[in-house]
Nanobody, 122 residues
């Protein structure tokens, strides 16, 4: 339904930080409820964070609460996932998603980005 392009992954040591970015080329991202999911090898894709298109409401899963923050800059047509105090268990491919609030399940997603690898070393 909408093209999503994410970037910003990489290799970081435990305790470090990364900021992921998601853009919607040719579309206005402020009109979409956006989310971040992650998937480690052999595990199901899991919800990380979401931001509602209206009202400024955000939600993060308990395992990242207080460490990760989702935000958007409509002037830059970009949604971010700021990841601080990274842990090895955060290692996964991270996917940007557009869908229906609260977008806490893949069943609520109608568009996925291609994924960006985040690797956290111990």
């Amino acid at each position: 339904q909408v093209l999503l392009v994410e970037s910003g992954g990489g290799l970081v040591q435990a305790g470090g930080s990364l900021r992921l970015s998601c853009t919607t080329p040719g579309r206005t991202i402020s009109t979409y409820t956006m989310g971040w999911f992650r998937q480690a090898p052999g595990k199901e894709r899991e919800f990380v964070a979401a931001i509602r298109w209206s009202g400024g409401v955000t939600n993060e899963t308990d395992s990242v609460k207080g460490r990760f923050a989702i935000s958007r800059d409509n002037a830059k047509n970009t949604v971010y996932l700021q990841m601080n105090s990274l842990k090895p268990e955060d290692t996964a491919v991270y996917y940007c998603a557009a869908g229906l609030w609260p977008i806490t399940s893949a069943t609520m997603v109608y568009s996925w980005g291609q994924g960006t690898q985040v690797t956290v070393s111990s």
